[in-house]
């Protein structure tokens, strides 16, 4: 038989909000069987990047594990994520949830305007832990989950009300985003470790980097629910030129300048790879970049769009370049589209890609590797098509129902 979690004593606590002091007691005593109620916190509000599809599944996968769940999603503003909970039927609460992680302004060590603001950013996270500590002494969740490591005022308020709780650490932090940590990034990782009952990471490679700062961690590892459909491998004829295709946002550390300079080494040796760039973020320094290569011929560029099939319909191979990929989703769902992809060997990559089966792996920044690597394929269409055809099997380990039936276990609901 299914059971509740066991909920720890709560203390009464003071707090001081909008000038008033407050001393909050205990709602109900230890040893009471509430009904099961599960907080889970987003830390954006728009649909965008893997870790709020992460978000929406982790609340489906409740739902669909524990029906009778009272289920609540944490957003910090309206936006189209508190939209589809309402159309999921999944209540939705509007909440001030604060970062502790900042985006680099700069490529100093110590970003300046962190160190400039540090103290009101600290004081900001202040209101968002007075609001989840009265939230949650209001609804008394049996346990709270926090999604991605950017956003502590509800794993600090479960903390201090003894509430057991979860954290969703979907990426390395400083390595992949390039964010700046309030309080540092060894301490915020030990501050992760010490505020959680278990830290659940999504791929061994994130889980790997948490423990390096923090040993003692208890830890846990839920590959994400990748089940987008499953595409025909695409064919090429012969004489066909190979187009390639890397989907993400813009940016140094997904690797887009990396292919670009694979496909002009190519192109140097004699073959012509064909590029395609889907995402969000400037064009024109990438068409820069290939004018002065020479290859602005074989590069074309498109905006963010949610569908990717035709996309993938009109490649032979995916490429994943990330410097740091903490998983890659947007690699299995490349792979069951049929495309065999060339990936990085790092992050989390190497976990998706058995190199030789599903797709080939090239050392980080390496863009001669990466070059080599294509022209195999282009050389050899036997192998691309068995690397396809194997790529589409390895990806169907990204199941849904794996990924609900694991997260069940870790929260002690099944």
Same mark, same amino acid.
């Given at each position: 038989? *299914?059971?509740?979690?066991?909920?720890?004593?709560?203390?009464?606590?003071?707090?001081? !909000?909008?000038?008033?002091?407050?001393?909050?007691?205990?709602?109900? $005593?230890?040893?009471?069987?509430?009904?099961?109620?599960?907080?889970?916190?987003?830390?954006?509000? *728009?649909?965008?990047?893997?870790?709020?599809?992460?978000?929406?599944?982790?609340?489906?996968?409740?739902?669909?594990?524990?029906?009778?769940?009272?289920?609540?999603?944490?957003?910090?503003?309206?936006?189209?994520?508190?939209?589809?909970?309402?159309?999921?039927?999944?209540?939705?609460?509007?909440?001030?949830?604060?970062?502790? @992680?900042?985006?680099?302004?700069?490529?100093?060590?110590?970003?300046?305007?962190?160190?400039?603001?540090?103290?009101?950013?600290?004081?900001?996270?202040?209101?968002?832990?007075?609001?989840?500590?009265?939230?949650?002494? &209001? %609804?008394?969740?049996?346990?709270?989950?926090?999604?991605?490591?950017?956003?502590?005022?509800?794993?600090?308020?479960?903390?201090?009300? /003894?509430?057991?709780?979860?954290?969703?650490?979907?990426?390395?932090? /400083?390595?992949?985003?390039?964010?700046?940590?309030?309080?540092?990034?060894?301490?915020?990782?030990?501050?992760?470790?010490?505020?959680?009952?278990?830290?659940?990471?999504?791929?061994? #490679?994130?889980? !790997? $980097?948490?423990?390096?700062?923090?040993?003692?961690? %208890?830890?846990?590892?839920?590959?994400?629910?990748?089940?987008?459909?499953?595409?025909?491998?695409?064919?090429?004829?012969? =004489?066909?030129?190979?187009?390639?295709?890397?989907? =993400?946002?813009?940016?140094?550390? *997904?690797?887009?300048?990396?292919?670009?300079?694979?496909?002009?080494? $190519?192109?140097?040796?004699?073959?012509?790879?064909?590029?395609?760039?889907?995402?969000?973020?400037?064009?024109?320094?990438?068409?820069?970049? $290939?004018? &002065?290569?020479?290859?602005?011929?074989?590069?074309?560029?498109?905006?963010?769009?949610?569908?990717?099939?035709?996309?993938?319909?009109?490649? !032979?191979?995916?490429?994943?370049?990330?410097?740091?990929? #903490?998983?890659?989703? +947007?690699? +299995?769902?490349?792979?069951?589209?049929?495309?065999? +992809?060339? @990936?990085?060997?790092?992050? =989390?990559?190497?976990?998706?890609?058995?190199?030789?089966?599903?797709?080939?792996?090239?050392?980080?920044?390496?863009? %001669?590797?990466?070059?080599?690597?294509?022209?195999?394929?282009?050389?050899?269409?036997?192998?691309?098509?068995?690397?396809?055809?194997?790529?589409? %099997?390895?990806?169907?380990?990204?199941?849904?129902?794996? !990924?609900?039936?694991?997260?069940?276990?870790?929260?002690?609901?099944?």
């Amino acid at each position: 038989m *299914k059971g509740t979690p066991t909920r720890h004593s709560w203390v009464p606590i003071r707090i001081k !909000h909008r000038g008033l002091s407050h001393t909050l007691w205990p709602v109900f $005593a230890a040893g009471d069987s509430p009904v099961l109620r599960v907080v889970v916190v987003s830390n954006v509000s *728009k649909f965008g990047g893997g870790g709020v599809v992460g978000f929406r599944d982790m609340l489906l996968a409740i739902r669909k594990q524990r029906p009778e769940a009272d289920l609540i999603a944490v957003i910090p503003q309206k936006g189209d994520v508190a939209q589809r909970c309402a159309d999921d039927g999944i209540d939705a609460k509007i909440a001030w949830t604060p970062w502790w @992680g900042f985006g680099k302004w700069s490529r100093f060590p110590v970003d300046p305007h962190v160190v400039i603001g540090w103290l009101p950013y600290t004081l900001m996270l202040l209101p968002g832990i007075v609001g989840a500590l009265v939230f949650f002494l &209001r %609804k008394r969740p049996t346990m709270v989950l926090t999604n991605t490591m950017t956003i502590p005022s509800h794993a600090i308020a479960a903390k201090i009300l /003894r509430i057991p709780h979860y954290w969703i650490v979907r990426e390395f932090g /400083r390595d992949d985003h390039q964010l700046c940590f309030l309080f540092g990034y060894r301490r915020t990782v030990r501050l992760v470790s010490r505020l959680s009952d278990v830290v659940i990471c999504n791929s061994h #490679a994130v889980e !790997h $980097a948490m423990l390096a700062l923090a040993p003692t961690m %208890k830890t846990r590892v839920l590959y994400p629910a990748v089940d987008t459909g499953l595409g025909t491998p695409p064919q090429r004829g012969p =004489g066909e030129c190979l187009r390639a295709i890397l989907v =993400g946002y813009f940016s140094d550390a *997904k690797g887009q300048e990396l292919a670009i300079e694979a496909i002009s080494i $190519a192109r140097g040796a004699g073959v012509d790879i064909e590029l395609t760039l889907v995402g969000t973020g400037s064009h024109q320094p990438l068409r820069s970049l $290939a004018q &002065r290569l020479g290859v602005d011929d074989l590069l074309r560029i498109h905006g963010p769009t949610r569908d990717l099939d035709p996309y993938w319909a009109d490649a !032979h191979v995916g490429l994943m370049c990330s410097q740091s990929e #903490a998983f890659g989703r +947007v690699t +299995v769902e490349a792979m069951r589209a049929g495309l065999p +992809v060339c @990936g990085t060997n790092s992050g =989390g990559t190497p976990e998706i890609i058995e190199p030789g089966v599903a797709g080939l792996l090239s050392p980080a920044g390496d863009a %001669k590797a990466l070059a080599t690597n294509l022209m195999a394929l282009e050389a050899d269409e036997d192998l691309r098509r068995r690397l396809a055809y194997g790529a589409q %099997k390895s990806s169907q380990r990204f199941q849904r129902d794996r !990924h609900d039936n694991e997260l069940a276990t870790f929260l002690g609901l099944r």
